[in-house]
């Protein structure tokens, strides 16, 4: 048990190793709450290991606890989880201003005009994705806001 849990860690370090930087890319949850040593790819590993496996990042993101964002204007707990399971997808879809995440969004969101909806994000692109690291609070914020 003990090589499998050394194992499990060395290959997530070695997955980890390449985006080495700021804490924030293990996310929010139990494992950034309680290992709060990042400056090692090990630190990093056991973080996204431990929010990955304890099935709570999920729960942080849509109730903003465990040091995770809770969005200000709250559309609902799917359209919360489902931008953040699908973030680079639909910034993509976003930016070509149609795909079926934009439309699952719109679904989710109850929008009557699915195309009206995705020009309007489409325009509103750099207003909704104001930086590389946007969180998905963020994200939502931003297009509660158009």
Known sequence: MKKLIVSIAAVAALSTAAFAGVQSQTGCGLGSQIIKADDTAVMLS???ITNGTSGNQTFGITSGTSGCKKTK??????????VASNMDQLAKEIAMGHGESVDTLAELLAVEDKQEFASALQAN???????????MADVLDNISAM
Do not use: D, G, P
Request: a negative charge; hydrophobic letters at 40%; glycine letters at 0%.
């Open 46 to 48: 056991l973080q996204a």
């Open 73 to 82: 204007f709250v559309m609902n707990e799917r359209a919360e989880e489902f």
């Open 125 to 135: 692109y750099n207003s909704i994705y104001t930086s590389q690291n946007v969180e």
